[in-house]
């Protein structure tokens, strides 16, 4: 629905065009501003205060008893009035059974192992509601001593106040260790110096169940939970509406030698957090030498900072997985919407999203500066940037790299860098500069739109493109709708399509728009556009570019996209481009194999982003669904038919435990019988055209020939430890050679 809404608005006005000059001197000042930008984030305030003040003093213990864990009941009509007491007198190891629906005035002070439980609806209470401990504003809510195994459960906590660690919670301090499990709390109303809600030291751990940490306030950092050298683990939990200088959600650095981790696994939400004051680093996040992982729904949304909108990162590692896990929605009025990151990784894993961030600078999805982002079938779209790189900015050295990574992809467009502004200035879907890298594989760059460098923006940086497709960006200031290479970038790449780059997808934009720069493009693809390449001097090769462009195997023609008016850059049966270059890629823009070979098996690669794979093969009767015999083998199990139409197959099929039946001859429907024939020709591969291990496996009409190896033509097990049972019908098996049964080889313990 979102791109549908994108589409259908008018495009922006165009702006003037510039000069050299003017463009040079925008990318030096920027220069100046990454420096600055940088010194700000160097430049900690951690206060050495933090962790050091003696923590409040235990009370008196009792002597320890050698009983069994026993419950001790505290409310009206029970055996303890208050908690405080009930905590003076329970041994380790003991829960406190606390009245429920009622609000105990204390602040607690707990120096042993024990389970606090809300909720109680014994002795005179009858209710099963949060109990609320209201610390008062006269200091922490809840203080636990280091090296204590707590947990927590029912709980509401709040009105804690303190100049100090910990409004809400204050766990572990001074020496640190031990752990706290929470379970149906609710952190909510508290203040602090360090951690409004939630203070964690050193090396200490927090796991949270249903736990909810909203409208706290921390004076310096951590307004909803601060990690001092800690750990945190939450589930079905928000951290919500907190507010602090930095980190207003969760702040965390690496304390003496104490790395902070915050793993948020399955339906955690980090929203509504603000840094707007003093640094104004991470809205949602601060992290310093730490680590932080999302997935299974959790997501970081609707924050705001100066800086790191959603998340802020020095020298950490943030991981998001699967496609229902988000950054998006967050606001910075400087740098980095969704993310700021200095020195850091940021990995977008299995359909994660960077999804709608705002930046009033740069980087409307990320800021990178030294860091690398790892985009694996990942969606970064609809950010926007009031100056530089919509989508990403990046800077120092970065590495920005987007592909499939090992994912499965259904269809197209799994990796997206898409719908992206850089208002002002330059490099609607990524901006580099400075030495850093940007490498997309199987990316679909698409509708973003910058005064310069509607789809990218390269300075002094190398882009690396296979498989990639460019189209319908656009840059108002008429320079580089699909790709403004500055001087000293470089762009390398092989099976790229760039098509349509301008407003509304129109036929009068530029592709690609070079200065002081280089470009080496093979099998590839630039039509519609007014201007293909602007410097003739640049190394491309078996390609198709509109208008010509001196190389080898060039050509210039109308490619046959299927649709491109509504975005379909897939070739038609009769495209030209098909079978035209000789070496290629073995994968195409949707992740299918190439080459299918079609007419021309001495150069089997197609031009651009796309390998044509019209359907020819189907299974068990379901019409044609798959462009090789091989793909279908891939896809079928154990006992399946695959019906094979009439043609040529340039391929060698592998079919290895499966029991299979092939069976050609058949109309282009795959379902009706034909006359022939089907042919499956291995002249351009290696080895045999039909290898078959551990199988039985029935192959009929069909035209078998191009194969070399032992069992050219058919193999059927050459090895001592496989057998198989290949019944053969109707079979030519001709034109083959090989060392031992060019035509036919049947191995040990094999029946044909």
Not at 701 to 710: C, F
Request: glycine fraction near 14%.
């Amino acid at each position: 629905a979102h791109r549908q809404v994108v589409m259908a608005a008018p495009p922006p006005p165009a702006t003037a065009p510039m000069s050299l000059a003017e463009e040079e001197a925008i990318l030096q000042a920027q220069a100046a501003l990454d420096a600055a930008s940088r010194a700000r984030a160097l430049a900690f305030h951690d206060d050495p205060a933090e962790n050091n003040a003696p923590d409040s003093p235990a009370p008196l213990q009792p002597a320890q008893s050698s009983a069994l864990a026993a419950d001790l009941t505290v409310g009206a009509g029970c055996t303890y009035a208050t908690i405080g007491a009930a905590i003076a007198a329970a041994n380790p190891g003991d829960t406190l059974l606390i009245e429920g629906g009622v609000t105990f005035n204390e602040n607690l002070v707990i120096n042993k192992n024990l389970t606090l439980q809300g909720g109680y609806d014994g002795c005179a209470s009858a209710s099963t509601a949060r109990t609320t401990i209201d610390g008062n504003a006269s200091g922490p809510v809840v203080t636990i001593q280091a090296g204590l195994s707590i947990t927590l459960t029912h709980l509401n906590l709040t009105n804690g106040n303190t100049g100090m660690e910990g409004g809400g919670i204050r766990f572990a301090k001074n020496t640190g260790t031990g752990t706290l499990n929470l379970s149906n709390v609710h952190i909510y109303g508290n203040t602090a110096h360090w951690g409004g809600g939630l203070w964690a030291g050193l090396d200490s751990d927090v796991t949270g169940e249903n736990v909810h940490i909203y409208d706290n306030t921390a004076i310096a950092y951590g307004g909803g939970v601060r990690l001092y050298g800690g750990r945190a683990t939450f589930t079905n939990s928000n951290i919500y509406n907190n507010t602090a200088p930095r980190g207003a959600g969760v702040d965390g650095t690496r304390e003496d030698g104490f790395a902070p981790a915050l793993n948020l696994p399955s339906s955690t939400d980090i929203y509504d957090n603000k840094a707007l004051t003093g640094d104004g680093f991470g809205g949602g996040v601060y992290l310093r030498q730490g680590t932080i992982s999302l997935a299974d729904g959790s997501d970081i949304y609707a924050n705001n900072a100066i800086d790191g909108g959603g998340a802020y990162l020095i020298t950490s590692t943030l991981t998001i997985a699967g496609d229902a896990s988000e950054i998006m929605l967050n606001t910075a009025t400087g740098n980095g919407g969704g993310v700021y990151a200095l020195g850091s990784t940021v990995n977008l894993d299995d359909s994660a999203a960077l999804y709608n961030n705002t930046a009033g600078t740069s980087g409307g999805g990320a800021y990178l500066d030294n860091s690398s982002l790892w985009g694996d079938k990942a969606l970064i779209h609809y950010n926007t940037a009031t100056s530089f790189g919509g989508g990403v900015y990046a800077t120092n050295g970065s590495v920005f790299d987007m592909d499939l990574g090992g994912y499965p992809c259904i269809g197209s467009r799994c990796s997206q860098l898409s719908y992206n502004t850089a208002s002002s200035l330059y490099g609607g879907g990524v901006y580099a500069r400075d030495n850093s890298t940007v490498d997309l594989h199987q990316t679909f760059v698409e509708g973003n739109a910058a005064n310069y460098g509607g789809g990218i923006y390269t300075y002094q940086s190398p882009v690396y493109f296979y498989n990639v497709l460019v189209a319908g960006n656009n840059a108002t200031g008429g320079t580089g709708d699909g790709a403004r290479l500055y001087t000293g970038s470089s762009l390398t790449g092989a099976h790229n399509t760039f098509a349509h780059n301008d407003a509304a997808g129109a036929t009068t934009g530029r592709a690609i728009d070079i200065s002081g720069a280089t470009l080496a493009l093979s099998n590839s693809i630039v039509w519609g556009h007014a201007s293909s390449i602007n410097d003739a001097g640049q190394t491309v090769t078996c390609s198709n570019i509109q208008g010509s462009y001196a190389g080898a195997g060039n050509m210039d023609v109308d490619p046959l996209f299927v649709a491109p008016a509504s975005g379909d850059f897939h070739l038609q049966a009769a495209s030209p481009v098909i079978d035209r270059c000789a070496t290629g890629e073995t994968l195409d823009f949707d992740s299918e194999p190439r080459p299918v070979v079609r007419e021309r098996p001495a150069t089997p690669y197609d031009m651009g982003a796309d390998e044509f794979s019209e359907p020819r093969v189907g299974i068990n009767g379901g019409g044609c669904a798959y462009g090789t015999v091989s793909q279908a083998v891939a896809a079928a199990a154990s006992g399946d038919t695959l019906q094979v139409a009439e043609g040529t197959y340039f391929e060698a099929v592998d079919i290895n435990n499966k029991d299979l039946t092939i069976v050609g001859n058949y109309e282009n429907d795959c379902i009706t019988p034909g006359s022939g024939p089907t042919i499956l020709d291995a002249s351009y591969h290696s080895g045999s055209a039909v290898d078959i291990s551990n199988n039985v496996v029935t192959l009929r009409n069909l035209r078998i020939t191009g194969g070399d190896s032992i069992g050219g033509g058919v193999d059927a097990d050459a090895g001592l430890d496989h057998y198989s049972q290949v019944t053969l019908d109707n079979i030519r098996i001709t034109g083959n050679s090989g060392s031992y049964g060019a035509g036919l080889y049947v191995g040990t313990r094999s029946v044909v």
